[in-house]
C-alpha cells in the first residue's frame, strides 16, 4: 500500500499566487519529511526538508508545514513563479527513519501562469 | 564528478534482451540507491549499498533485477530477459553518509519493444 498520499494530482497557480500541496503520511515511525521538485528530463532535487521536532520551516518561497497528530505534511509555495512550474513530490523514509531510502508521493504536476 | 552520472540516457532493448545500467555517483559518497520512476509516477526504491555492502534489495521487483557495486563506487543495475513492465526511468541517487540528503542522476530511460 501506499505509504504517502500527496494532492492535488494536478495544481494551476497564477503568477504571483500561493501553490499550496500536502501530503498524508501513514508510518509514525517516518521522522525525515522532504519535497523535491522534478523537471521533465531531470532528477529529482531536494527543495526543502523537516524533521518531526518543528511545526513548519521556511526557506525563501518555500514553506513546509508539519502536523503530527494528524499525520500530514504540506509545502507552500509563496508568490509562485512559472519557474516553479515542475512536478512535486513528497517523501517519507523507506529504511524507517533517516534521510535514506525513499518512499515517494505520485507527484502534483504544478502549472504557474504568467 | 560535479553530480551523479548515469549512462545510458537512453535505452531501446527488444523483449527478452538484457540491459545494464550504470551509475557512478558523487566522489566519496557512500550511500547510493536505485529507483524506479514509471511514466507519470513517483519513483519507487529499489535498493541500497552502503560502499560495497548491498543492505536492502526490498524493492527489487523480480530475480531478474540484479545490482551491484564492487568496489563501493560504481554501481551497475542489471535486468535480465527484461519485459515490456520493466520500460521505466531507472534513477541512481548517491549521498554522503546515513541521514544526508539525497542526489539523484538524470536517470536512464529503458524502452523495452
Known amino acids: 500500500q501506499q505509504q504517502v498520499k500527496q494532492s492535488p494530482q494536478s495544481l494551476i497557480v497564477q503568477k504571483g499566487g500561493i501553490s499550496i500541496i500536502n501530503c498524508a503520511y501513514e508510518?509514525?515511525?517516518?521522522?525525515?519529511f522532504p519535497w523535491y521538485q522534478q523537471f521533465p528530463g531531470k532528477g529529482p532535487a531536494l527543495l526543502i526538508a523537516i524533521r518531526p521536532d518543528v511545526s513548519e520551516k521556511k526557506e525563501g518561497r518555500f514553506t513546509i508545514s508539519f502536523n503530527k497528530s494528524a499525520k500530514q505534511f504540506s509545502l507552500h509555495i509563496m508568490d509562485s513563479q512559472p519557474g516553479d512550474s515542475a512536478t512535486y513530490f513528497c517523501?517519507?523514509?523507506?529504511?524507517?527513519?533517516?534521510?535514506?531510502?525513499?518512499?515517494f508521493g505520485k507527484g502534483t504536476h504544478l502549472i504557474i501562469q504568467p | 564528478g560535479a553530480g551523479v552520472s548515469q549512462s545510458p540516457r537512453y535505452k531501446v532493448a527488444k523483449r527478452g534482451q538484457d540491459v545494464a545500467l550504470r551509475c557512478d555517483p558523487i566522489s566519496g559518497h557512500v550511500s547510493l540507491f536505485w529507483y524506479q520512476q514509471a511514466l507519470g509516477q513517483g519513483p519507487e526504491f529499489l535498493t541500497y549499498?552502503?560502499?560495497?555492502?548491498?543492505?536492502?534489495k526490498s524493492g527489487l521487483p523480480s530475480d531478474r533485477f540484479f545490482a551491484e557495486r564492487p568496489e563501493g563506487s560504481v554501481s551497475t543495475l542489471k535486468i535480465q530477459r527484461t519485459q515490456q513492465e520493466d520500460s521505466a526511468v531507472y534513477l541512481c541517487a548517491s549521498s554522503l553518509n546515513l541521514n544526508t540528503e539525497a542526489f539523484f542522476g538524470q536517470g536512464t530511460r529503458l524502452t523495452v519493444v
Open positions: 517523501a517519507g523514509p523507506v529504511l524507517g527513519g533517516g534521510a535514506d531510502g525513499l518512499t
Open positions: 549499498f552502503q560502499n560495497e555492502a548491498q543492505l536492502d
Open positions: 508510518n509514525t515511525a517516518f521522522d525525515y
